[in-house]
């Protein structure tokens, strides 16, 4: 089925790594380190769905391929970029079926090669003066700087929720957050991006921002319910990574709202711990001790949470909120969701090309939609 | 002696502050956080040294005081920035007197606030297109690109430095990081700033360049040596923070160049030790039970190691350390090394300025040349 649109995003990604390649190889006096690593996360096996997106939109209103080129390559690099520090934040293991930068690296080498792809990016958004001109090159510099910023904003909603041990959330909050920490630079920005570069009249441009909007939702549903019910070799990341780490999603929201007072209380005890160790094994030679040297239960304790602070999120706590999304229909009612929101973009998608050629761009996007809800990857 | 300075430094502070103050207010919406963060620092007592340079650069070349004013917010919030994502990785404890960001609200909200202020910044730099043109806004956001990469390569020297546990460095080797690291966006980077808002002619930006660069140089050395000989009160960090991080720095380098090869191996089995635990109470906790428990002396000392990893940089090392360099003058060199810089960016910048008439930013850039060497904060 996706034969097609599997060519397409392969093309569009392997234009924008030679690209990326070519940036990096620049730096190789000085910082040949900081330039290798940059090319880590994008080398690692990836969809290269935002530059894909911008250049079909920037191809579907008639711009010529190169035109979009040195956009996409910044989206590529910022996307990787946010992505190094989102596993440091996280402290997330893998990435890509490999482990994250910072595992392998540690955190201030890892912090600084995100820093450094920041940087880089701004290099062909600069060179896109000469490809696209002065004007269009600022009118995309600046959907750059608003992307950045709602990143940000999104993000710090959810550190925010976080911090307050917050879980009584609306939907709206939900998908408000999601908006801005995805939808934004993974398909808004991509479709604006794109857009100014093909200089697209604003009612059309108004609906593929529309059909961005409705699927960048849907798209973090979707990888919210791969995270749950999805296998670690299809996402390249810890299963159900979400719930170990206590990630407000759709699903667990929903259960939570439709749990009884009792149950809420149970799932907010378990979403309060704090999440495992990240040093198990110094815990257990801790306990080890522990049972030599203390005989009294409660003395034991005691030690014990001041040494490895309070009980942290089990097996058994993870499995307990998966069942509670389960009792409560959390997992069909947020693919229904992502579904609504699908066919509602599948539409608009129709009404935005009303008038414009059949292309391998539209085909693309057309794809692009249910690959969204329907991705198993 | 610096009245006249202190107050132009004073004025081009307060006015990028109020720009900051604006900029932030406008998220207030759905980051208020996010945004009050980014406050924290810039709010905390500084010099505000890149703004009000970028300024007196700008102001001699004949531009008006406020054409400078969105690149100066700008450059200030680059630095803050900077400083926040720093903190992180050298994970230091105190910054302007007060706990660094993450030490305050943890590392994730840290470095999203760096982030966030990254991509803030932007706003400014395109705002600028209605303060000094198209052209002029392009050519600052290229000088910016630069800064970032230049920053990135110079701090991943360093990283590097530390990873591969590396100390028999050239001077050289030193000068090159710092250009890098903290010259090109701390110098550098506003004059350049400021003489592209100007259109300085290129003969007069190059030698401003150049004092940039050996200020720059010179700034470095003289904080190696205020964290070495400095008090807390004047540099709002920890006293000889650098030793206890086993930061390279001129005179540590002096230092083991000038060693006898018995005393090198002992300074540098010194420097190899980890710094100490940022948590010495669960350290304390660990010592006390397997005193209670593990009787005898190597078995407890196999378990420490695991426990707590290898023996870690003690306050007598630090003396070890402060000492060697005292003993090989190395404070009096580095001393020597920042004031011939010193004279020579006078020399220059007298060259520099040759033509022009007397004014504020004449003054402040004269002031600024001792005062980068014989500052005391």
């Not at 990143?151 to 710090?156: D, I, K, L, N, P």
């Not at 005989?295 to 009980?311: I, K, Q, T």
Request: aromatic share 6%; net charge positive; proline share 4%.
């Amino acid at each position: 089925m996706y034969t097609e649109f599997d060519r397409y995003l392969q093309r569009a990604r392997e234009d924008v790594l030679s690209e990326i390649h070519k940036l990096t190889s620049r730096g190789a006096r000085y910082g040949a380190q900081l330039y290798s690593l940059m090319l880590d996360y994008p080398l690692r096996s990836a969809k290269g769905l935002r530059p894909a997106l911008c250049m079909a939109v920037s191809g579907l209103l008639g711009a010529p391929r190169d035109a979009a080129l040195p956009s996409a390559t910044a989206l590529e690099l910022y996307h990787n970029a946010f992505l190094i520090h989102d596993d440091i934040e996280d402290d997330s293991a893998l990435r890509r079926h490999e482990p994250t930068l910072h595992q392998r690296h540690g955190v201030p080498i890892a912090l600084h090669v995100g820093d450094g792809m920041l940087a880089l990016a701004l290099d062909p958004l600069m060179a896109n003066t000469e490809v696209v001109g002065l004007a269009r090159a600022l009118r995309v510099l600046k959907i750059f700087a608003r992307m950045a910023r709602e990143s940000a904003e999104g993000q710090m909603m959810e550190l925010e929720w976080i911090r307050r041990a917050e879980w009584e959330l609306r939907e709206r909050d939900y998908v408000r957050m999601v908006y801005k920490k995805t939808a934004w630079y993974t398909f808004v920005a991509p479709v604006l991006v794109g857009a100014a570069i093909a200089r697209g009249s604003s009612e059309r441009v108004r609906a593929l921002v529309r059909v961005a909007t409705l699927l960048g939702v849907a798209f973090q549903v979707a990888d919210d319910l791969l995270d749950l019910q999805g296998y670690e070799e299809q996402t390249g990341k810890r299963t159900r990574g979400d719930l170990w780490e206590g990630k407000r999603t759709l699903c667990l929201l929903h259960a939570v709202r439709h749990a009884s007072a009792e149950e809420r209380r149970e799932l907010k005890a378990i979403l309060e711990r704090p999440r495992p160790s990240s040093e198990p094994e110094r815990e257990a030679l801790i306990e080890q001790l522990l049972q030599r040297v203390v005989d009294d239960d409660s003395e034991r304790e005691a030690f014990r949470a001041r040494l490895c602070g309070p009980p942290r999120r089990s097996q058994r706590d993870v499995d307990r909120l998966w069942s509670a999304m389960a009792a409560a229909g959390s997992f069909s009612y947020a693919r229904r969701f992502a579904s609504r929101r699908a066919e509602r973009a599948a539409e608009t998608l129709a009404r935005a090309c009303s008038g414009l050629p059949r292309s391998e761009h539209r085909s693309f996007l057309e794809s692009l939609v249910a690959f969204t809800v329907e991705r198993s990857r």
